[in-house]
């Protein structure tokens, strides 16, 4: 119906409302808060100012119109390139964070030059251009960034400005050569494999096969079909109920996570139909609307499902949430598209328990829940809490991880959903893994937490969950603590108790239960310190205590949850 998509039209602004009295005098900013982030303060407002394109670009390029957001990026766009103006932005260095900015700007020229260029006059066409050109003069990181360069040159040439064509070429080879295998791609050589791939290298190869088909065919139909495999595995990271496994790292981008389905309905693929892919984004933005993400005037928050600095990156600013606009990418889809009539559809029927070898990791569908099992850390990144955010045992879409405030106590590292040690007063947790391997119904990896000790876990995926067991060969007497999910405990309903084999936490929407099959260890329900959880305030942590000896000790755990 056209009303509908009036209606996510209206979300949609919405949420960009609160940022109009926050414009900076120069007019080519936002400014949203006072913490910082390891780049340049004053490339902070351009931030904010850069990403709700990725929401307004496609709202303008399916027929929207909004003269009020038109008028303050045309103003915006002009006065951050024009060289000794008020709001000018300044010129770049090496890996500048600008650069990553400059690809909502186009994201812009190249979907909606009616509204972003063509109003402009010629000198400050030529400002933006050069302004631009920029990132052809610098290097740009060697990752996911290599799209923003590819961008901004696809977006010069078709405005028919100067572009560095060898740079634009250099920038798919290398986005090539990240490449793996079933869609997926690392994000760099040897980099992490994590959303990443769907709100960043899917979605810009998918982008790129959108607005280059004539310049480059065969690319954008390698594109499209790497796309369509990526889009068959991506599907088993959502919830029936809408939400999506929180796993790696920006998790505060939140609806990011259904970025890609949602440029998805625009570029047609046929994998799943309209109605299916109408469903997976409309419910993932319904879950989201009902989490208190925004502070008391309306602007987003760093966090996930509640504000919560202390599971950010290094490089979140007060404007980084707004990459979540991407979601908004069915939007370039005009009202008398099929997709606004098609109904939506729940998830099709997913496999229990399937594979997934381009994303090394197993996912596992357990009463409407996505559950992912992964490869775990790969490398170390200059980012905070990796473990946390990579190397855990399992993953869930209705219990996001926690992270830890320090590695002190139990209750400060709030070890969920993971096998950790205690030792001389330091809780060590599940890092790299020496080797790691899907089996044929679960997964097996060798690593060590510390110094001194090895382990072998093996998990055997079982109906409602999984089974543990832990070959640990220790050279030092410590504790071991086999942990479940981490489950809400501040909500009516919510109770936890420990048996003699088990530790169970419930509340009213499942429950988590860890229990002990060796009948040597000590059933427990940690009360973590609150806000380590990226999903609820305050929970606890069922899990077993385990005496580790000098040798070779077993453990056996079996976790289940609904």
């Given at each position: 119906?056209?009303?509908?998509?009036?209606?996510?039209?209206?979300?949609?602004?919405?949420?960009?409302?609160?940022?109009?009295?926050?414009?900076?005098?120069?007019?080519?900013?936002?400014?949203?808060?006072?913490?910082?982030?390891?780049?340049?303060?004053?490339?902070?407002?351009?931030?904010?100012?850069?990403?709700?394109?990725?929401?307004?670009?496609?709202?303008?390029?399916?027929?929207?119109?909004?003269?009020?957001?038109?008028?303050?990026?045309?103003?915006?766009?002009?006065?951050?390139?024009?060289?000794?103006?008020?709001?000018?932005?300044?010129?770049?260095?090496?890996?500048?964070?600008?650069?990553?900015?400059?690809?909502?700007?186009?994201?812009?020229?190249?979907?909606?030059?009616?509204?972003?260029?063509?109003?402009?006059?010629?000198?400050?066409?030529?400002?933006?251009?050069?302004?631009?050109?920029?990132?052809?003069?610098?290097?740009?990181?060697?990752?996911?960034?290599?799209?923003?360069?590819?961008?901004?040159?696809?977006?010069?040439?078709?405005?028919?400005?100067?572009?560095?064509?060898?740079?634009?070429?250099?920038?798919?080879?290398?986005?090539?050569?990240?490449?793996?295998?079933?869609?997926?791609?690392?994000?760099?050589?040897?980099?992490?494999?994590?959303?990443?791939?769907?709100?960043?290298i899917v979605f810009y190869s998918l982008l790129y096969a959108m607005t280059m088909q004539q310049d480059d065919p065969a690319r954008c139909e390698?594109?499209?079909?790497?796309?369509?495999?990526?889009?068959?595995?991506?599907?088993?990271?959502?919830?029936?109920?809408?939400?999506?496994?929180?796993?790696?790292?920006?998790?505060?981008?939140?609806?990011?996570?259904?970025?890609?389905?949602?440029?998805?309905?625009?570029?047609?693929?046929?994998?799943?139909?309209?109605?299916?892919?109408?469903?997976?984004?409309?419910?993932?933005?319904?879950?989201?609307?009902?989490?208190?993400?925004?502070?008391?005037?309306?602007?987003?928050?760093i966090g996930y499902a509640y504000p919560n600095l202390m599971m950010s990156e290094n490089y979140n600013a007060p404007g980084s949430p707004y990459?979540?606009?991407?979601?908004?990418?069915?939007?370039?889809?005009?009202?008398?598209?099929?997709?606004?009539?098609?109904?939506?559809?729940?998830?099709?029927?997913?496999?229990?328990?399937?594979?997934?070898?381009?994303?090394?990791?197993?996912?596992?569908?357990?009463?409407?829940?996505?559950?992912?099992?992964?490869?775990?850390?790969?490398?170390?990144?200059?980012?905070?809490?990796?473990?946390?955010?990579?190397?855990?045992?399992?993953?869930?879409?209705?219990?996001?991880?926690?992270?830890?405030?320090?590695?002190?106590?139990?209750?400060?590292?709030?070890?969920?959903?993971?096998?950790?040690?205690?030792?001389?007063?330091?809780?060590?947790?599940?890092?790299?893994?020496?080797?790691?391997?899907?089996?044929?119904?679960?997964?097996?990896?060798?690593?060590?937490?510390?110094?001194?000790?090895?382990?072998?876990?093996?998990?055997l995926l079982c109906k409602g969950g999984h089974l543990r067991r832990h070959t640990v060969t220790s050279e030092i007497a410590c504790e071991a603590?086999?942990?479940?999910?981490?489950?809400?405990?501040?909500?009516?309903?919510?109770?936890?108790?420990?048996?003699?084999?088990?530790?169970?936490?419930?509340?009213?929407?499942?429950?988590?239960?860890?229990?002990?099959?060796?009948?040597?260890?000590?059933?427990?329900?940690?009360?973590?310190?609150?806000?380590?959880?990226?999903?609820?305030?305050?929970?606890?942590?069922?899990?077993?205590?385990?005496?580790?000896?000098?040798?070779?000790?077993?453990?056996?755990?079996?976790?289940?949850?609904?």
């Amino acid at each position: 119906m056209d009303n509908e998509r009036i209606q996510w039209a209206a979300r949609m602004l919405a949420l960009l409302e609160p940022l109009k009295s926050r414009l900076t005098p120069g007019g080519s900013g936002f400014a949203l808060g006072a913490t910082a982030a390891h780049y340049e303060t004053a490339t902070i407002p351009m931030e904010a100012f850069s990403r709700p394109l990725w929401a307004l670009v496609p709202f303008w390029a399916g027929g929207g119109h909004d003269a009020a957001w038109e008028e303050i990026y045309r103003r915006g766009l002009v006065s951050g390139t024009t060289p000794g103006g008020p709001g000018y932005w300044g010129s770049c260095r090496d890996l500048d964070q600008k650069f990553v900015e400059m690809a909502a700007i186009a994201y812009g020229l190249l979907l909606t030059p009616d509204v972003l260029w063509d109003p402009l006059t010629d000198t400050e066409r030529e400002n933006l251009a050069k302004w631009l050109d920029n990132i052809n003069h610098y290097e740009c990181s060697h990752s996911n960034w290599q799209f923003f360069c590819i961008l901004v040159n696809c977006a010069l040439k078709k405005r028919g400005m100067p572009y560095n064509k060898e740079r634009l070429e250099l920038g798919l080879t290398r986005i090539d050569s990240y490449y793996d295998t079933h869609g997926w791609y690392f994000d760099g050589k040897g980099g992490m494999k994590d959303y990443y791939n769907g709100f960043a290298i899917v979605f810009y190869s998918l982008l790129y096969a959108m607005t280059m088909q004539q310049d480059d065919p065969a690319r954008c139909e390698k594109f499209r079909a790497r796309a369509c495999a990526f889009e068959q595995d991506f599907i088993y990271w959502f919830d029936e109920n809408g939400a999506a496994v929180a796993y790696g790292r920006s998790q505060t981008y939140r609806f990011a996570q259904a970025a890609f389905f949602s440029l998805c309905a625009a570029a047609e693929l046929p994998v799943f139909t309209p109605g299916i892919i109408k469903g997976i984004v409309t419910r993932h933005l319904d879950w989201w609307a009902a989490r208190p993400i925004t502070d008391n005037g309306g602007v987003l928050t760093i966090g996930y499902a509640y504000p919560n600095l202390m599971m950010s990156e290094n490089y979140n600013a007060p404007g980084s949430p707004y990459w979540c606009m991407k979601a908004f990418a069915f939007l370039m889809l005009p009202a008398e598209h099929p997709f606004w009539q098609a109904p939506a559809e729940p998830l099709p029927a997913l496999d229990a328990v399937r594979p997934l070898p381009g994303a090394e990791m197993l996912a596992q569908r357990v009463n409407g829940m996505a559950v992912l099992y992964p490869a775990a850390l790969r490398v170390k990144h200059p980012f905070p809490q990796m473990e946390e955010k990579y190397a855990k045992l399992a993953y869930c879409s209705r219990y996001a991880f926690s992270a830890a405030r320090s590695q002190r106590t139990l209750e400060e590292a709030a070890p969920d959903s993971v096998l950790s040690f205690r030792y001389l007063g330091h809780i060590f947790v599940k890092a790299a893994p020496e080797s790691w391997e899907m089996t044929e119904n679960g997964t097996r990896a060798v690593w060590s937490p510390l110094p001194g000790v090895q382990v072998v876990t093996e998990l055997l995926l079982c109906k409602g969950g999984h089974l543990r067991r832990h070959t640990v060969t220790s050279e030092i007497a410590c504790e071991a603590f086999d942990a479940g999910f981490a489950i809400p405990d501040d909500c009516p309903g919510a109770t936890h108790s420990c048996t003699a084999a088990a530790a169970r936490a419930e509340h009213p929407g499942g429950f988590c239960a860890v229990e002990d099959l060796t009948g040597r260890g000590t059933p427990l329900v940690l009360e973590p310190m609150p806000n380590t959880s990226l999903q609820y305030p305050r929970t606890v942590i069922p899990m077993v205590q385990y005496a580790i000896h000098p040798g070779t000790t077993v453990l056996e755990t079996k976790v289940t949850f609904a």
